[in-house]
Every structure is written in structure tokens, then in C-alpha cells.
């Protein structure tokens, strides 16, 4: 008898167990409106995500604006060194080189071209331009091979395939003097062209951005490292000029500007990305507390299915429990809050890492609005794409498996044979590119029409290989990859007009009513939806 009663109040312990586990399950896959009916549970998260995307988005654009002045200011700059240093320059570049040369003249005044522009900058520049300091100068190097002889009317040669590499220095001061004059005559400047492999040229600028004062912000100050590549590699008495300009954004080391107004701007500015980062870490707390109790769920769930049921739980009713999309705005509120930081600093100029700043600035953005899509994705006319998307997953990646083999194929044996006739098949990277573009379908005449025809078996290879990639890429593999996702669409209209596939873990929640739940509802005034009911939208809860 007493075995019996114990038996008993282990089954009632048992029973209330269920009943709380279920509740609790219920009340946690619900959407944030319905959590708001059952418990007036305000949707602090959803409200805070809303917040975040309004700041986040603002902030990104201020940053935007102030980017833009430092393109702007970059790139304005490289073109007005071409134009100040290479002699000729037609304003546009010829290929991946700036200008070319064709006779030995042409090269020695070049050369010299930019050292005198050098010499005497500041009478030229329209810029704020200037010498690094006094200890600074123009560096001429020039490499080429240590010896040798060549007659090519005897088809003759004989040279020392070993380099040398030889440089003279010329500060800014000496350029004035004699002193710069006895070295511009030295034996340096007596090339050897059938012996030179390159010259370059490299010198260091500073310059300071004041276009940004009319933003309202406070200026950059810029250093320049230019380098001029006079290339000879080939010998094919064709000389390609390379203009290279690096930019360093450096922290301007004594400043005075006389405006309060920018200095307000600056301040509220501040006080914005501050606030941007107090709102991304009260949402990182809260995110990170909702998966602490989801795995407390999810363990509270195995227990009770191992104990009572005595097997285990699988492991697509586990991954319920682990909300990727919480785990996404964790991701995005780090890179928000380090990214504001950088900002700050960036801001107040003490720091100038631009490029760092805008990575991060602008994936957050990215992930804060992909993010949105959880809260439409209750809705059963809004969650087709996820759902989609979550179903052809695994089989659009092992399709794409199989299609990069065929991918790749085409392109090491485009690059290989092609590449001497096509400049869209010279490297690796322009050919998977260009390959791309013919899958999309741009660019196609052009790229059948600029196969060089010198080789009439080449050019036959061509056509066939070109054919057979886009008939294989457009008509098929293409085709294939649609149709599998249009499958997993098909399969997702049958589950929402049929019911989805039950497991376990919806089993175990389908015969628990709304216990607990038949509070008067009513509508929250800040959220419009929570005044629908239920059965209103045929939601579709998932993670």
C-alpha cells in the first residue's frame, strides 16, 4: 500500500512536471505578441532591434559621408600626381600601367621630368602639398643585369642573368645646389637599356585634407608614399610607366581651428555613437540571457524525455532550441559596439583606421536587417523565403560541390590556353571572373569577339571551349540549381497546406491547450499586431 502511493506521488510530481515543462516550452516558442497576451511580457528585444536598426543605419551613413570625403581626397590626389610627375600623361591610363615610352630620349627625360617637378613642388602643386621633412628625398633605383653582350643581327648573346640593383638619393635641399647638378651628370644616368631591367623612383608627400572643415569635421592630415616604376623587364622596346601612390591617414600633431560649431558637431556626433553602443550592448545582454535560458530549456526537456519516455531526444528537436538568429544579432551588436569605438576614435583623430571601421560598420548594418526577417518570419505569408532557404541549403551546397570541380576545369584550362590570345583569360582570378559574367550572361559577344586569331587552332578551341562552358553552365548546372530550389519551395507550399513533419518535440507540445493562457487579451498600443488573434495569420512558429 505505501508502495503504492509513492508510485502515486511520483506520478503526480511526474504530471505537474509536464504540465510547467509544457508551458514553458509553449511560451517560449511563441512570437513576441502572443508572450505579450499570455504574460504582458513587453517585446523588449523586438523594441530595442527596431531602435538599433534606425541608429545603426544613421550611424553608418554619417560614417558614409565622411568616407567619402577621404575617397575623394585619395583619389583626386593620385590623379594630380599623374599629372604633375609623369610626363605626357594623357589623363587616362592604358592599361594597368599609367603611359608607355618608346625611345631612349623619351626615357631620359622622363626620368628627369620627375625630378625636376620634385625639385620644385610647391611651385606647381595646387595642393596643400609638402616634403615629409628635411631628411626626406627622392630615391632612384635602377636594376638591371651585371654584364653582358648582345648582338641580335648575329643572333648573338651572352649576359649575366644575375641582377644588380644601384641608387642614388637626392634630398630636397641638395636639389638647388651643385651638389644635385654633379649627380644628375654622374655616370647613374647612363642606362643601358639592353641591360636594364627597371628604374624606380619613390618619394614621400604630405598633404592635408581641408575640404572635410566644410563637412563640419575636423581635417586629416595625409602622407603620400609615391612610386614610379619605369618597367624594361621584356625588352620589347616598349617601357610601361606604373604610377603606385600608398595613402596613410596619420593623426595631425599640432592643430588649431577657431569654430565652435564644429567642435558642437564633433561632440554631438560622440555622444550619438555612444549612445549607438549602450543600445547594442543592452541588446547583446539581452540576446545572450534568452540563449543562456534556451539551453536551460533545452536541458530541462532531455531530462524529462529521458526520464520519463527512457530515450533520448533527436537532434533536430535540440537544434529547436538554439536561435540562430539571436546568435546572428550577438555577432552584429560586437562588431556595432567595436566599430562605434573605432568610429570615436576616428572622429576625435586618434585613431585613422578607416578601412577596419567601415568592415565592421558596414556588416552589422548588414546583419541588423537581415535580422528583421525573424520577426516576419512568424507569419506564414512572410516565411516562405526562410524556410526555402533553411530547406535547400544542404543540397544547393553539395550541388555546388560537384559544379566548382567542373567550375574550376574550365578554368585553369581557359587560363592556360587562352591566356596568351584573351586579356580576359591572363590570370586565374580574371578568368573565374570572367567565367562568372558568361554564367550571368553579360559580356558574351565581346568576349567571343576579342580572341586574337593568330592562331587558327586556338581560336577553333576557343569557340569550343566558350560553347561547350556556357551551354554546360546556362543550360543545365544553372537549370539543375533553380530547380532545386524551386523542390524545397514546392515541398514548403505542401508542409503549410498539409502540416509540417511532427517530431518529438512538437508530439510532445500538439495536446497542450492554452492552460494557463485565457487572460483577456487586448492590444498593445506601441505594436500593432498584438491586437490579432491567433488564428488570424496560420502562424508558424520556428527558430
Same mark, same amino acid.
Given at each position: 500500500?505505501?508502495?503504492?502511493?509513492?508510485?502515486?506521488?511520483?506520478?503526480?510530481?511526474?504530471?505537474?512536471?509536464?504540465?510547467?515543462? *509544457?508551458?514553458?516550452?509553449?511560451?517560449?516558442?511563441?512570437?513576441?505578441?502572443?508572450?505579450?497576451?499570455?504574460?504582458?511580457?513587453?517585446?523588449?528585444?523586438?523594441?530595442?532591434?527596431?531602435?538599433?536598426?534606425?541608429?545603426? +543605419?544613421?550611424?553608418?551613413?554619417?560614417?558614409?559621408?565622411?568616407?567619402?570625403?577621404?575617397?575623394?581626397?585619395?583619389?583626386?590626389?593620385?590623379?594630380?600626381?599623374?599629372?604633375?610627375?609623369?610626363?605626357?600623361?594623357?589623363?587616362?591610363?592604358?592599361?594597368?600601367?599609367?603611359?608607355?615610352?618608346?625611345?631612349?630620349?623619351?626615357?631620359?627625360?622622363?626620368?628627369?621630368?620627375?625630378?625636376?617637378?620634385?625639385? /620644385?613642388?610647391?611651385?606647381?602643386?595646387?595642393?596643400?602639398?609638402?616634403?615629409?621633412?628635411?631628411?626626406?628625398?627622392?630615391?632612384? &633605383?635602377?636594376? /638591371?643585369?651585371?654584364?653582358?653582350?648582345?648582338?641580335?643581327?648575329?643572333?648573338?648573346?651572352?649576359?649575366?642573368?644575375?641582377?644588380?640593383?644601384?641608387?642614388?638619393? %637626392?634630398?630636397?635641399?641638395?636639389?638647388?645646389?651643385?651638389?644635385?647638378?654633379?649627380?644628375?651628370?654622374?655616370?647613374?644616368?647612363?642606362?643601358?637599356?639592353?641591360?636594364?631591367?627597371?628604374?624606380?623612383?619613390?618619394?614621400?608627400?604630405?598633404?592635408?585634407?581641408?575640404? +572635410?572643415?566644410?563637412?563640419?569635421?575636423?581635417?586629416?592630415?595625409?602622407?603620400? /608614399?609615391?612610386?614610379?616604376?619605369?618597367?624594361?623587364?621584356?625588352?620589347?622596346?616598349?617601357?610601361?610607366?606604373? =604610377?603606385?601612390?600608398? +595613402?596613410?591617414?596619420?593623426?595631425?600633431?599640432?592643430?588649431?581651428?577657431?569654430?565652435?560649431?564644429?567642435?558642437?558637431?564633433?561632440?554631438?556626433?560622440?555622444?550619438?555613437?555612444?549612445?549607438?553602443?549602450?543600445?547594442?550592448?543592452?541588446?547583446?545582454?539581452?540576446?545572450?540571457?534568452?540563449?543562456?535560458?534556451?539551453?536551460?530549456?533545452? *536541458?530541462?526537456?532531455?531530462?524529462?524525455?529521458?526520464?520519463?519516455?527512457?530515450?533520448?531526444?533527436?537532434?533536430?528537436?535540440?537544434?529547436?532550441?538554439?536561435?540562430?538568429?539571436?546568435?546572428?544579432?550577438?555577432?552584429?551588436?560586437?562588431?556595432?559596439?567595436?566599430?562605434?569605438?573605432?568610429?570615436?576614435?576616428?572622429?576625435?583623430?586618434?585613431? +585613422?583606421?578607416?578601412?577596419?571601421?567601415?568592415?565592421?560598420?558596414?556588416?552589422?548594418?548588414?546583419?541588423?536587417?537581415?535580422?528583421?526577417?525573424?520577426?516576419?518570419?512568424?507569419?506564414?505569408?512572410?516565411?516562405?523565403?526562410? %524556410?526555402?532557404?533553411?530547406?535547400?541549403?544542404?543540397?544547393?551546397?553539395?550541388?555546388? &560541390?560537384?559544379?566548382?570541380?567542373?567550375?574550376?576545369?574550365?578554368?585553369?584550362?581557359?587560363?592556360?590556353?587562352?591566356?596568351?590570345?584573351?586579356?580576359?583569360?591572363?590570370?586565374?582570378?580574371?578568368?573565374?571572373? &570572367?567565367?562568372?559574367?558568361?554564367?550571368?550572361?553579360?559580356?558574351?559577344?565581346?568576349?567571343?569577339?576579342?580572341?586574337?586569331?593568330?592562331?587558327?587552332?586556338?581560336?577553333? =578551341?576557343?569557340?569550343?571551349?566558350?560553347?561547350?562552358?556556357?551551354?554546360?553552365?546556362?543550360?543545365?548546372?544553372?537549370?539543375?540549381?533553380?530547380?532545386?530550389?524551386?523542390?524545397?519551395?514546392?515541398?514548403?507550399?505542401?508542409?503549410?497546406?498539409?502540416?509540417?513533419?511532427?517530431?518529438?518535440?512538437?508530439? =510532445?507540445?500538439?495536446?497542450?491547450?492554452?492552460?494557463?493562457?485565457?487572460?483577456?487579451?487586448?492590444?498593445?498600443?506601441?505594436?500593432? &499586431?498584438?491586437?490579432? /488573434?491567433?488564428?488570424?495569420?496560420?502562424?508558424?512558429?520556428?527558430?
Amino acid at each position: 500500500m505505501g508502495a503504492q502511493k509513492k508510485n502515486m506521488m511520483a506520478q503526480s510530481d511526474l504530471d505537474l512536471k509536464e504540465a510547467a515543462l *509544457k508551458e514553458d516550452l509553449k511560451f517560449y516558442f511563441m512570437n513576441p505578441c502572443e508572450k505579450y497576451r499570455a504574460r504582458r511580457q513587453i517585446p523588449w528585444k523586438l523594441a530595442l532591434q527596431i531602435l538599433k536598426i534606425l541608429m545603426v +543605419t544613421t550611424q553608418l551613413v554619417f560614417f558614409g559621408l565622411s568616407n567619402q570625403l577621404v575617397v575623394s581626397f585619395k583619389e583626386e590626389n593620385t590623379v594630380a600626381f599623374k599629372h604633375l610627375f609623369l610626363k605626357g600623361y594623357s589623363g587616362v591610363d592604358e592599361d594597368d600601367y599609367s603611359c608607355s615610352i618608346y625611345t631612349q630620349q623619351d626615357a631620359y627625360d622622363s626620368i628627369f621630368y620627375v625630378i625636376n617637378q620634385y625639385r /620644385q613642388l610647391k611651385n606647381v602643386s595646387l595642393g596643400t602639398l609638402g616634403y615629409e621633412h628635411e631628411g626626406s628625398g627622392l630615391k632612384i &633605383c635602377k636594376q /638591371q643585369y651585371k654584364k653582358g653582350t648582345m648582338l641580335p643581327s648575329n643572333d648573338s648573346l651572352n649576359i649575366d642573368v644575375s641582377t644588380e640593383t644601384e641608387c642614388m638619393f %637626392l634630398k630636397p635641399q641638395e636639389l638647388a645646389g651643385k651638389k644635385a647638378e654633379l649627380k644628375l651628370n654622374s655616370s647613374f644616368f647612363s642606362l643601358e637599356f639592353y641591360r636594364l631591367i627597371q628604374v624606380e623612383i619613390t618619394f614621400k608627400l604630405k598633404g592635408i585634407a581641408l575640404q +572635410t572643415i566644410h563637412a563640419r569635421e575636423l581635417p586629416d592630415c595625409y602622407a603620400f /608614399q609615391n612610386t614610379i616604376t619605369f618597367n624594361n623587364r621584356a625588352h620589347s622596346g616598349k617601357i610601361k610607366i606604373y =604610377f603606385d601612390s600608398d +595613402t596613410d591617414i596619420q593623426e595631425c600633431k599640432d592643430w588649431h581651428i577657431v569654430s565652435p560649431v564644429l567642435q558642437k558637431n564633433t561632440q554631438y556626433i560622440l555622444a550619438f555613437d555612444g549612445f549607438v553602443i549602450l543600445s547594442c550592448f543592452a541588446s547583446l545582454i539581452l540576446c545572450t540571457r534568452s540563449i543562456v535560458l534556451a539551453m536551460k530549456l533545452q *536541458k530541462r526537456f532531455v531530462n524529462f524525455f529521458l526520464e520519463k519516455y527512457k530515450r533520448h531526444v533527436c537532434h533536430a528537436d535540440r537544434l529547436e532550441f538554439i536561435n540562430g538568429w539571436y546568435v546572428l544579432v550577438i555577432i552584429s551588436d560586437v562588431m556595432t559596439i567595436i566599430g562605434s569605438i573605432l568610429k570615436m576614435e576616428i572622429k576625435a583623430k586618434n585613431l +585613422t583606421s578607416y578601412d577596419v571601421c567601415s568592415i565592421l560598420l558596414g556588416t552589422s548594418t548588414l546583419f541588423v536587417w537581415v535580422g528583421v526577417i525573424r520577426y516576419l518570419g512568424y507569419f506564414q505569408t512572410y516565411n516562405v523565403l526562410i %524556410l526555402t532557404m533553411q530547406a535547400s541549403l544542404p543540397k544547393v551546397l553539395r550541388f555546388c &560541390c560537384c559544379a566548382g570541380m567542373i567550375y574550376l576545369g574550365y578554368t585553369f584550362c581557359g587560363w592556360i590556353v587562352l591566356g596568351p590570345y584573351h586579356e580576359k583569360f591572363e590570370d586565374l582570378n580574371t578568368v573565374a571572373e &570572367c567565367l562568372f559574367s558568361l554564367v550571368n550572361g553579360d559580356d558574351m559577344f565581346a568576349t567571343f569577339a576579342q580572341i586574337q586569331q593568330k592562331s587558327m587552332l586556338v581560336w577553333m =578551341f576557343s569557340r569550343l571551349y566558350l560553347y561547350s562552358f556556357i551551354s554546360l553552365f546556362i543550360y543545365m548546372i544553372l537549370s539543375l540549381f533553380i530547380a532545386l530550389i524551386t523542390d524545397s519551395y514546392d515541398t514548403i507550399k505542401k508542409y503549410q497546406q498539409n502540416g509540417f513533419p511532427v517530431t518529438d518535440l512538437h508530439e =510532445f507540445l500538439k495536446d497542450h491547450g492554452s492552460v494557463g493562457y485565457g487572460k483577456e487579451r487586448t492590444s498593445m498600443p506601441l505594436v500593432c &499586431c498584438c491586437g490579432r /488573434q491567433q488564428s488570424d495569420d496560420n502562424l508558424i512558429l520556428i527558430n
